[in-house]
């Protein structure tokens, strides 16, 4: 059951922080979208220079081998980061065009990944996309003619992909029919508040989306019926990106680019374990 509670100060002093992912050992992980840094923040709150990608890094998650992989939108680039914290490009090109500006992405229990890139898109020019990467780098484009695909998650089921669009303030849905092809889009929820610009989100174990609604100061909870069913404070108008963690995996950890923090919020519920960490556990 979900509960009432205020956000906790949990680090400070990055510099547009997104993209929070946690390793095996507990660290959480963002990037710094000003600074180029991949910031390390220890579970007491430390934070630590773990790599600088030298552009602007966004989006961010773990794989299960234990690579930590970036959307660069500063570079266009889909890059591997290694244990080490040395670095390559994964995939820069999808039909022999580069790509523009990746911003967020998640695996599949196969080890595949979906990223958006929204790119010089906006309502006057939806020429945002979204796409479908194996492990060993083929790529192809699932969705096209957005304004600006921006969040990106699958169900626990992994037949479900949700793409949050921001300008229209919405998240659509898709079936996944097999990997890399997904079918009948349709809109989950959209916002009638003007100032929300919804970014990036995570799923808890029984389906209901935590979406950080950037310029609103809140994180909205919607239910795989669509409805916003509560709303937690942020810490700051702009929260960028959530993701859950903490001893009993009930705490979601907000990136907020107000403060540049990251804050905590213990809300009862426990978050939808990621395909890469279930293929950590089942490796343990």
């Not at 997104?18 to 934070?47: A, Q, T």
């Not at 552009?55 to 244990?83: K, M, R, T, W």
């Given at each position: ?15 547009f922080p ?31 220079c773990f ?61 595949n990944l ?171």
């Open positions: 059951m979900m509960k009432d509670a205020t956000p906790q100060l949990f680090a400070s002093g990055l510099a997104e993209g929070p992912c946690f390793d095996r050992e507990g660290n959480l992980f963002v990037v710094n979208c000003r600074s180029g840094d991949i910031s390390r923040i220890s579970p007491d709150g430390r934070v630590s790599a600088n990608t030298g552009g602007s890094p966004n989006g961010a998650a773990f794989a299960a081998d234990g690579n930590l992989y970036i959307c660069e939108a500063g570079l266009g680039q889909l890059l591997v980061v290694h244990p080490d914290a040395t670095w390559e490009v994964f995939v820069d090109r999808c039909d022999g065009q580069p790509l523009r500006s990746p911003n967020d992405l998640v695996f599949d229990q196969f080890g979906y990223f958006t890139d929204p790119g010089g898109s906006n309502p006057d020019n939806p020429i945002g996309t979204v796409h479908f990467v194996t492990p060993g780098g083929e790529i192809t484009k699932i969705d096209e003619g957005m304004q600006f695909p921006n969040g990106i998650a699958l169900s626990g089921d992994g037949r479900t992909l949700v793409v949050v669009e921001t300008y229209p303030r919405c998240v659509w849905q898709y079936d996944v029919v097999r990997p890399g092809v997904v079918t009948n889009k349709r809109m989950l929820w959209q916002s009638d508040d003007e100032r929300n610009l919804p970014d990036g989100m995570a799923y808890d174990e029984q389906g209901n989306l935590y979406l950080a609604s950037f310029g609103t100061g809140l994180i909205d909870v919607i239910s795989p019926q669509g409805e916003t069913v509560r709303q937690y404070e942020a810490g700051g108008l702009r929260p960028t990106n959530v993701a859950f963690g903490g001893p009993d995996f009930s705490t979601i950890y907000i990136t907020e680019c107000e403060t540049d923090c990251v804050y905590t919020l213990d809300v009862g519920m426990k978050g939808l374990r990621l395909f890469p960490d279930q293929a950590m556990q089942d490796d343990c």
